[in-house]
């Protein structure tokens, strides 16, 4: 809207810088010379690149095929070839386990005697099916538990028999 009221005018050189500063996308283009044509290579020696097309007289990145295969770190020792391959490492076998500490666990189940994995997954504590870790809390729970998850920590398993609940260790 240019004018509020009907009757008002606007002169003509605010209505052209108005109409100047209005953006319209079908009418964009580049700056003069900002595109330019790619350079062609390799087409005889009128064009200024021909012969060796601008890859100069000899090496690597002068021949057909010059790619270099994956890992080649320019003459340098690969780092694949620098990593000991032999000893022992347990990253294949180790189990992973969701953490839930005893703190959240009594935090979150105030009123409630049964812990379970369907429980500590509807509470949020816990999210997939990656098997579920009981540690010990910052102070020792008061309330008896029962909780079934797939492992504890010694420190914890004794914290909730201290305070009259059961740990139980489910399968999977």
């Known amino acids: 809207m240019l004018a509020p009221f009907a009757d008002q005018r606007i002169d003509r050189k605010v209505a052209r810088e108005r109409q100047m500063t209005t953006v319209i996308l079908s009418q964009l283009s580049g700056n003069p010379g900002a595109r330019r044509r790619r350079t062609r290579l390799g087409i005889g020696e009128g064009s200024g690149h021909g012969q060796t097309a601008t890859r100069g007289q000899k ?27 032999y ?9 992973n386990y969701q953490i839930v500490s005893l703190s959240d666990i009594e935090r979150v189940f105030k009123n409630q005697k049964e812990v379970t994995l369907e ?50 260790v489910i399968g999977g």
Do not use: C, W
């Not at 090496?59 to 620098?82: A, N």
């Not at 000893?87 to 180790?94: H, K, P």
């Open 59 to 85: 090496g690597q990145r002068s021949r057909s095929g010059d790619g270099k295969m994956p890992g080649f770190e320019g003459g340098q020792t690969p780092l694949l070839r620098r990593v000991p391959k």
């Open 87 to 95: 000893g022992f490492s347990n990253a294949a076998f180790r189990k």
């Open 119 to 168: 429980s500590l997954k509807m509470h949020g504590l816990t999210s997939s099916k990656t098997p579920v870790k009981v540690l010990r809390g910052k102070e020792p729970i008061k309330t008896p538990y029962r909780i079934s998850v797939h492992a504890f920590s010694t420190s914890s398993r004794a914290q909730i028999e201290k305070a009259g609940g059961a740990a139980v």
